[in-house]
């Protein structure tokens, strides 16, 4: 029924009668998303969902359900409810994040100016030291793992760490940032 109505509504009107919720039924969505808590801004984003489970339903074969208004009033019930699960979850994660910053003061000063002194030494050293700086250092990789994912010998990676360790430590000391 409901892919007979698409490709009724595509031959006569095109696509604007492709739409598979008529204004009442995406009212009706509209309603019940706002009065399961979303936020006016998500609104559209839940017309559509609704809109695109109604379609796959019909790609995949499955027969239109007989009250199209009250089925597509319970999945936007639904994603109303996975809207909340993902806030929920999201606040977690960032109570979580939080948890796991150091608690002491905020970075003053110096520590800005060394930060950046170190950044611009990065950037000045060679791709292959910098790359090897980064991995160690930041994302604390052993030297053998850096050197499995490298394709390259553990002496290389050392060199590397070494030469760059050296070349940072004169920049920083030129910049009489140490």
């Not at 559509?48 to 208004?69: K, N």
């Not at 052993?142 to 994912?149: H, M």
Request: aromatic residues 2%; glycine residues 8%; positive net charge.
């Amino acid at each position: 029924m409901l892919r007979g109505r698409i490709r009724r509504g595509r031959q006569a009107h095109g696509a604007a009668e492709d739409d598979p919720l008529d204004a009442a039924q995406e009212r009706r969505v509209r309603a019940v998303l706002a009065l399961g808590g979303v936020p006016q801004a998500d609104l559209p984003d839940g017309v559509q969902q609704v809109r695109l489970r109604l379609l796959e339903r019909a790609a995949g074969g499955q027969e239109a359900p007989r009250d199209v208004s009250a089925w597509a009033a319970v999945v936007a019930s639904n994603l109303a409810m996975d809207w909340h699960r993902a806030k929920r979850r999201q606040e977690r994660l960032g109570e979580r994040l939080a948890a796991l910053r150091p608690a002491g003061p905020p970075a003053d000063e110096e520590t800005r100016l060394l930060s950046l002194a170190v950044a611009r030494g990065l950037d000045g050293l060679p791709d292959a030291q910098r790359q090897v700086v980064v991995l160690r250092f930041y994302a604390d990789l052993p030297v053998r793992s850096i050197a499995e994912q490298l394709g390259v010998p553990e002496g290389t990676v050392k060199s590397r760490l070494h030469t760059a360790v050296r070349a940072l430590r004169a920049r920083l000391h030129e910049d009489e940032v140490v």
